[in-house]
């Protein structure tokens, strides 16, 4: 099982920085609209995801795993691979094995999964209930969700014509994968939303992607292993018809970003908006492309302090990222020029918008203005002492104490943005109730977690949350996130399952509310 942790704990790295920076009082909001609209942060791939947007599983597939006679799991020899991720060929006594649809409880369909693939060897699967059908490159298996995990091996393969393009599509998809490899569950899902933010879908934190050739391909054996494809992404956005935000990689060379741009240009339907950031929360300690930021910033002797200078190069690289797609496009109106910082500092802000142009480069500064408790041992209210609240209780400070320190971030970055004549955005937000640290293992609190985000005074605290973003004058906010299972590690989708019944998540109903209220016709499935 793999260990989920959100991919931003936006309020919770430098939440105390965020106090201590704050100077003076912050001039209010103009007032003025932001043509609000619900954007969606949409889940990445990963073997264990609930999200299952395409028809073909293996797109998700763990990376392989080298397996040895008489030697434990995964203790196999180092695979020899082609450009895109295929075996090419396989040591005595050894195997390959990958592993599919990994979520807990079974929440992917059942029936007859046909396994395509070129090349000639020998797979084999573990957990089908039957093996329907077997002919060169084409295997029909029989799979009953409730056996849990899919595998998938390979026992032999031919070097000359080794095992390659392996799919695995499910039930209904094989007419039509090909043409539309997205599901009509998920399509119908996020219908009318007004973005799609691919953090997640590019595994954008902690990428050392830095060159073209780096990015991953459509045929590359797995998305697992660099993100989904940018073809694809524009693929879905086009489909959509919603507004794509893309986050470059954290190193990604001047002429990775040409590539990037022109691809823009050439693919996503001219009607539509390319919303670009580079990378994501760079300000957030926790991750890799802070520090990698940080390093830069101090040899360029933007700050001396590491922290500061990653703010400052935070400015520094977005302003010639922008530059190139600019002139790669020939217009800027192709796209929304994203700043990012953290939403509980204004100094932080600052310290980004500062930098040479940044603001005069940039179209909108992005917060995740999450309605935030991080939850620990020793700071109060302790792990020990909220997990002996009832969900009420909890409920309560919440409301009393968490969401008003959310509309304060949005009223004071709102302040901000103004300044500098930019719009303001969320480029993550929703509720952020969570151990962190040891507490994350307090069972009792994770379980009381879990009951308050099932709870329907939490589609109240949304309705709230979403109605003072609109009357502040935020522009588009996009929720973290779509659909994800619940853990100890936080509830960060809006709905756990993909085949959960959407009118069953308060959150997701109010969410979904909101952006009709703001006129989007949001499919939403059957509420």
């Not at 969401?403 to 971030?409: F, G």
């Amino acid at each position: 099982m793999l260990l989920k942790f959100h991919p931003s704990l936006s309020a919770f790295f430098f939440i105390f920085l965020g106090a201590w920076t704050a100077h003076g009082d912050v001039a209010a909001p103009t007032g003025s609209s932001g043509n609000a609209k619900l954007g969606m942060n949409i889940a990445g791939p990963s073997d264990s995801s609930t999200e299952l947007p395409w028809f073909d599983v293996f797109r998700t597939s763990r990376p392989w795993i080298s397996q040895q006679k008489d030697k434990g799991w995964g203790q196999g020899p180092k695979l020899d691979l082609d450009e895109h991720g295929w075996v090419k060929r396989l040591e005595p006594d050894c195997w390959i094995d990958t592993v599919m649809c990994t979520m807990e409880g079974g929440h992917y369909p059942s029936g007859n999964y046909t396994v395509l693939y070129q090349g000639k060897g020998k797979i084999a699967f573990q957990n089908v209930t039957q093996v329907v059908k077997e002919e060169p490159g084409r295997i029909v298996v029989n799979r009953d969700s409730s056996q849990g995990a899919f595998f998938l091996k390979i026992l032999e393969t031919n070097p000359d014509d080794y095992i390659r393009n392996v799919r695995v599509i499910m039930p209904g998809g094989l007419d039509v994968y090909e043409k539309n490899p997205w599901r009509p569950e998920f399509l119908a899902r996020w219908k009318g939303v007004a973005a799609l933010r691919f953090m997640d879908m590019m595994q954008t934190n902690h990428s050392k992607v830095r060159e073209w050739a780096d990015r991953p391909t459509l045929e590359s054996a797995t998305f697992m292993n660099g993100g989904v494809p940018l073809e694809a992404l524009i693929d879905l956005a086009n489909r959509l018809h919603a507004d794509p935000w893309f986050c470059i990689p954290i190193e990604a060379s001047d002429d990775y970003v040409r590539h990037f741009a022109s691809m823009v240009k050439e693919r996503l339907d001219p009607e539509l908006k390319a919303y670009v950031e580079y990378s994501n929360e760079i300000w957030n300690s926790g991750f890799s492309q802070h520090h990698f930021a940080g390093k830069r910033g101090q040899e360029l002797g933007l700050a001396e302090k590491p922290w500061e200078a990653a703010w400052k190069y935070t400015g520094h690289r977005s302003a010639e990222i922008f530059a190139i797609c600019t002139s790669v496009s020939g217009n800027e109106q192709r796209w929304v020029r994203v700043l990012a910082s953290q939403a509980a500092s204004t100094w932080v802000s600052e310290r980004i918008l500062d930098v040479e142009a940044a603001a005069k480069s940039a179209d909108a500064l992005a917060i995740g203005p999450y309605i935030t408790f991080c939850i620990d041992t020793k700071q109060k209210p302790t792990a020990d002492e909220v997990a002996a609240w009832t969900v009420e209780q909890l409920l309560d400070h919440v409301e009393k104490v968490c969401l008003p320190m959310a509309i304060t971030w949005m009223r004071e970055q709102k302040a901000v943005a103004d300044k500098h004549g930019l719009k303001l955005i969320a480029y993550e937000g929703g509720q952020h109730l969570v151990g962190v640290m040891d507490a994350v293992h307090n069972d009792k609190l994770t379980r009381l977690l879990l009951q308050a985000n099932a709870h329907p005074r939490m589609g109240e605290l949304y309705r709230r949350y979403f109605d003072e973003w609109t009357r502040l004058g935020g522009g588009l906010f996009c929720h973290y996130a779509s659909v994800g299972s619940w853990s100890k590690w936080g509830s960060w989708g809006l709905l756990q399952y993909e085949d959960e019944k959407p009118g069953d998540s308060p959150k997701f109903v109010a969410t979904m509310e909101w952006a009709r209220k703001m006129g989007q016709a949001v499919g939403g499935g059957a509420l």
